[in-house]
């Protein structure tokens, strides 16, 4: 028998948290958890061989626990399985603004209806043009279109997509049911997958924040020296560890067990990073093969008693050194997974699993011919992509692509599916190569361009800073209070920092700047200030009226912003934990 490569594929579920007092402001939680977080698990289930790895953030988790608890009220999905001779005016506006969000190709032109309203709803005077049984066919087509292929497959889902119009509130309401009892079985999937070993699960820091820059904006520097940084130099470890200690906490109070690993968000590591990851249990995590190239800067290592030259360095996991103990570290081949994450979307599934497969068995082959058959005991190959997002570009959702897949990766011998922890084994941490230290960056171009430097983003970050020095300077003051006064003010000070924990998350200033484009940028906007609002009302102090001034497109000539004033916060010292 030869000698298999292990493989070991991670995908990253994750949604950041749109919750704004009693509702959820966006419903892309919920969509996905109907698309595709259940349906991800079952793929598993449906090949038993197969062995992978799950991340997923405790922010999607606590989502997800919202909406089954009926804790929180979302308009949008409400509006799914709401009377359609009961809606207003505003209702039905927010129905043709909302229920078209989804891919035209991949999702709407599925069904024969669904593509005759979208076209229904082009141009002026949509309003007068919609019945009320369109209406209803409208809010079954989008739920069914955020519909896992797998589902689509069983009842009541088959027989709506056959009907395809003509819906009843009856329907309605019996879809409404069924995707509420199959997000219900996300968690209970998964735990079941992980406790039988077919897969692993990993988690991320509670509210997904770029950890390095949290530690203290100044990494940015290691790959970017020229990058203009925030007013304010954020330096706040303390904050880094709380995001870590919460999130293990409530994924270990979920699946009943911690995890071994841990995706940082957006891959973002520096040397700190790593030793507050290692500091709190966690005996592996990863990141890119961009981050590893600059970490090396050409340096070849020893791996047994081979030298592993730089063009082979991301197929094996290193070992790091941090005052906190030693950690794993893998780094994922960016081209493996940006064939699944952005190009496969497009080809024939059995073209695209064997085209994947050929470049695995390729990798092999060139790792045997320069180091020999037993290299193959050390090495591993990564590949990590986001979980979720890229299956709307697919046709089926990707069924047919990971269905093949799975098929092909557990029938080829010269290739072992394993987990991440599964590549270490049991064996120590001394056998891996060494790297000596990390030079700061992320999955995305080994650099933090995406989160800081931009105008947008480092007053984004100013805003942050401000808000955490106000919390600081509570916190001190509740010190010197004792009694029922203390406790009180404690209370508001926990409520407090539960927002800044959700403002400094990374999804925020993904939409700052000018490297991506959303039609919802203004509620990414809004909530990320929202948030920090909340941070001042929660201690009882004014709010900055520059919080109620949006960011996005502050410093852009297409922003109209006539007539608002801006006064910057004013610059104080660096504040550090």
């Known amino acids: 028998m030869p000698t298999p490569i292990k493989l070991a594929i991670l995908w990253h579920q994750h949604q950041p948290y749109y919750r704004a007092g009693n509702q959820f402001l966006m419903p892309w939680a919920w969509l996905h958890a109907t698309k595709d977080y259940l349906e991800m698990a079952q793929h598993f289930e449906r090949h038993p061989a ?37 809606l207003t005016a505003p209702e039905k506006e927010l129905m043709l603004d909302s229920f078209f969000h989804a891919h035209p190709e991949r999702m709407i032109e599925r069904s024969v209806r669904y593509r005759e309203l979208f076209e229904l709803q082009k141009g002026p005077g949509r309003e007068r043009r919609f019945t009320e049984q369109e209406y209803r066919d409208l809010a079954v087509h989008y739920s069914l279109a955020w519909t896992g292929e797998i589902a689509r497959g069983r009842e009541p889902f088959k027989s709506l ?10 329907e309605k309401k019996a879809l409404a049911k069924a995707q509420r009892e199959n997000v219900s079985k996300i968690v209970s999937l998964h735990k079941e997958l992980w406790e039988r070993g077919q897969i692993e699960l990993t988690t991320t820091p509670y509210y997904h924040p770029i950890l390095p820059l949290l530690i203290d904006s100044e990494s940015a520097r290691e790959a970017m020296p020229a990058i203009t940084l925030p007013t304010n130099h954020i330096a706040a470890p303390t904050e880094a560890e709380v995001q870590l200690e919460k999130g293990i906490q409530f994924f270990e109070s979920i699946f009943e067990n911690p995890p071994s690993g841990m995706w940082p968000s957006e891959g973002s590591i520096s040397n700190e990073a790593l030793s507050l990851i290692r500091k709190n249990g966690i005996r592996w995590t990863a990141s890119d093969e961009s981050v590893l190239a600059q970490s090396l800067e050409g340096r070849k290592a020893p791996c047994g008693d081979r030298i592993i030259d730089p063009e082979y360095a991301r197929f094996f996991p290193w070992r790091i050194e941090t005052p906190e103990g030693e950690l794993a570290v893998f780094f994922r081949d960016h081209g493996l997974s940006d064939d699944i994450g952005f190009r496969y979307s497009s080809w024939n599934a059995e073209e695209a699993v064997q085209h994947f497969v050929n470049n695995v068995l390729q990798i092999r082959s060139g790792l045997i011919d320069s180091y020999g058959e037993a290299i193959l005991e050390h090495a591993c190959i990564s590949v990590i992509l986001d979980g979720e997002n890229c299956w709307e570009y697919y046709e089926h959702n990707g069924f047919y692509f990971l269905d ?52 947008e983003d480092n007053l984004a970050w100013d805003y942050l800073y401000q808000a955490t020095v106000a919390l600081e300077q509570e916190r001190t003051q509740a010190m010197a209070l004792s009694g029922h006064d203390r406790e009180a003010v404690l209370k508001r000070i926990e409520a407090a920092h539960k927002e800044l924990m959700i403002a400094e998350g990374s999804d925020w200033c993904w939409w700052y700047g000018d490297e991506h484009f959303s039609l919802q940028k203004d509620l990414f906007d809004e909530l990320y200030r929202m948030h920090l609002r909340e941070v001042y009302r929660k201690l009882g102090r004014g709010i900055p009226e520059e919080l109620s001034i949006p960011i996005w497109g502050r410093f852009s000539d297409k922003a109209d912003i006539e007539g608002k004033k801006y006064s910057a916060m004013h610059p104080t010292a660096t504040f550090s934990e």
Request: glycine share 6%; no cysteine.
């Open 404 to 455: 093949q897949l799975y098929h092909l990766l557990t029938h080829t011998p010269e290739i072992r599916p394993v987990t991440f922890s599964e590549a270490l084994g049991p064996s120590e941490l001394k056998k891996l190569p060494l790297l000596p230290q990390v030079k700061a960056g992320s999955w995305i171009d080994a650099n933090f361009h995406i989160w800081i430097g931009h105008s």
């Open 50 to 86: 197969m062995r992978g790895t799950i991340n997923l953030v405790p922010s999607l988790l606590q989502q997800l626990e919202e909406y089954l608890s009926g804790e929180v009220f979302d308009p949008t999905v409400e509006l799914m399985s709401k009377p359609a001779e009961s």
């Open 161 to 170: 997509i056959a009907k395809d119009r003509g819906f009843t509130e009856a």
